[in-house]
Every structure is written in C-alpha cells, then in structure tokens.
C-alpha cells in the first residue's frame, strides 16, 4: 500500500508540475501577444526629422552619420516601436566582419549608442542656449514627436518587462523561449537597449532594466546554440528608407569565442548550453546593469542621486560623443 501511495504521489506531482508549465507556457504567449499589440506606429514629423540630421551634421561638420540621410528624407518617418528608436540612432557597423564577437563588444557599442541617444536628446529638447537653427516651433514640434515615442515606448517595454519577470521567476521552460524568441528579441534590443538605459539616466526607478537581462540572455543563447548561432540584421526598415537597415549594419554577431579563428563557427555541447541559461539573471548580472547605469550621465532634475557627470555635460563635450560615433561606423 505504501508503495502504490508513493507512486499515486510522484504521479499528482508530476501532473501538478506539468499544469503549472502549461499554465506559465498559456500566460507568457498571452503577455507575448500583449506586447506585439503594444507595438504602436510613431511618427517622426518633417522639423524633427530633419533637426535630427541638422543635429549629426553640426556634430560632424558636414559628415552627417544620421541613419535618416541614408536616401532623400521624405517629409516624415513612421515606424513601429522599438524600431523607431533607430531613426535616432547613427549608422551602424558596416558588413559582416564587423559584427561584435563578444558580450563585451555589444554592450561597448550599446554604451556609444546610448551616449549618442542622450547627446541628441539634450541638443534638440534641453539644451539652453539651444542651437542658432532650431526655432522655437521646430523644438516644439522635435518635444511633442519625442512625446509620443516616450509614451508609445512605455507601452511597449511595460508587457516585455511581465515576459522578462516571468522568465526571471523560472515559470517558463526558459531554453524553449530563448530558442523560440531569441531572434525577435535580439533585434527589438539592439534599438531598445540605449533607450531604455538613457531613460534610466534621466528618471528614477529601474524602469524596464529587467527586459536588458532578457535582451542579455538570449543573446548567449542565440551566440552559443548550435542551431542558431548567426549574426542578424535589423529587419525593420521605416517607410521609404530602403537603405535604413544596410546602413545600421550587423547590429549583433555570433558572440562567445571564435573556434579556430572563425567567430562564425562555436562548438558547445547541449549540457554547457543549458548552463548558461539564467546567466543574465544572475546575481551578477544584475550586479553589472546596476554599475552600467550608475556610469551614465545623469539630469540634475531626474530624481536620480548626481552622477559622474550631466547630459549637459556631454553636450559640451562634442568629440566624446564624436569618439562614440567613430566607434559604431568603424571598418574593420
């Protein structure tokens, strides 16, 4: 009698622990579908579009790296965000052999986007004197276009955070989502990413720092799969500009250790995979995204405790942000 209870009793456990999977499998497609909902149009009107450029072209004299000068600029741009993101982004790195080989590597270029983000961002909503060519309507119009995209972009990383809380908790079978979404993900990141840190730089909270540890994790998964394990480019091209994702170039490589001189080619068993699942969860993890955020410059008025410098500060520094440009449209 015994031994049939303790069978009946790893049986009820195990339909639990499957229930309980399903459940976690049912709730996380329905926050999955909540966020492609969220994924709403924005549109960057003519004055702030070309404020952009004029912004890129006062910062490199005439050598304008701004992904909107691409073709001829159309009176506007719209796009779904987060892509949206990287129409204030500059060009990226150029061709294959340019994609980051490592984590290190991506979160170097993630930093000189997000000091380029911030830089733009000060320049056309904050900075005083503002420049000789930006009216007065022209920032009105730059301030209520960055509106929107704030608002719009709450609306997107708010039901990615509940995806990442999930899969943080462990409710999901993390492998199967990483292997499912990791290219999504991946690519939504590269222009999410320096948003979402800037965002952190000028309010306080910890707002959506928890979708960088999903953005973190899949990308070791993706680099290190077997099946996987591929460079991607952003797919995305806002409406008209057929050249906008050739020129933001590979925006993630294979990552980890190239086999044989080759970056493209990893050999990792199924065990050590598994391994580095939760990695960017970790206790560690979240140490690092901490000290990365409390690296960036900070707004006096944010809430925030002062930081090693403002955005004002690097405002007045143009060959940092320079230097940051260089970096990402380098030629290897």
């Given amino acids: 009698m015994a031994v049939v209870a303790s069978t009946v009793a790893v049986a009820s456990l195990r339909s639990q622990a499957k229930s309980q999977e399903l459940n976690a499998i049912i709730e996380t497609n329905k926050l999955w579908l909540n966020v492609a909902e969220s994924a709403r149009k924005v549109t960057l009107s003519e004055p702030t579009v070309r404020a952009i450029r004029r912004a890129y072209d006062d910062l490199i004299e005439g050598d304008n790296p701004s992904v909107l000068s691409v073709n001829a600029a159309p009176d506007a741009v719209t796009m779904e965000v987060p892509y949206i993101v990287g129409a204030l982004l500059p060009e990226g790195v150029q061709g294959k052999e340019s994609a980051p080989e490592t984590e290190d590597v991506y979160v170097r270029d993630v930093r000189a986007r997000t000091l380029v983000l911030g830089y733009l961002r000060t320049v056309l909503e904050k900075s005083d004197p503002r420049p000789s060519w930006l009216s007065v309507a022209v920032r009105q119009a730059v301030v209520s276009d960055f509106a929107a995209l704030d608002k719009a972009m709450a609306a997107w990383v708010n039901p990615m955070n509940e995806v990442a809380e999930l899969y943080d908790g462990d409710l999901v079978d993390r492998r199967r989502f990483a292997g499912k979404r990791s290219g999504a993900i991946i690519r939504q990141m590269a222009v999410a990413e320096p948003y979402i840190l800037w965002r952190n730089s000028t309010t306080s909270g910890r707002w959506g720092v928890r979708v960088l540890g999903l953005g973190a994790e899949v990308r070791q998964y993706h680099w290190r799969s077997p099946l996987q394990r591929a460079g991607l480019r952003l797919v995305k091209d806002p409406d008209g500009y057929a050249g906008f994702s050739e020129r933001f170039g590979w925006i993630v490589g294979p990552g980890s250790t190239p086999d044989n001189g080759n970056p493209f080619v990893l050999s990792v068993t199924e065990a050590r995979l598994r391994r580095r699942i939760g ?50 449209s380098r030629q290897l």
């Fill in 279 to 328: 990695a960017g969860f970790s206790t560690a993890s979240k140490a690092r995204q901490n000290r990365f955020v409390e690296t960036l410059p900070r707004d006096p008025d944010s809430g925030l405790e002062p930081g090693q410098s403002t955005w004002s500060d690097v405002v007045a520094d143009p060959a940092r942000v320079r230097d940051s440009i260089a970096l990402l």
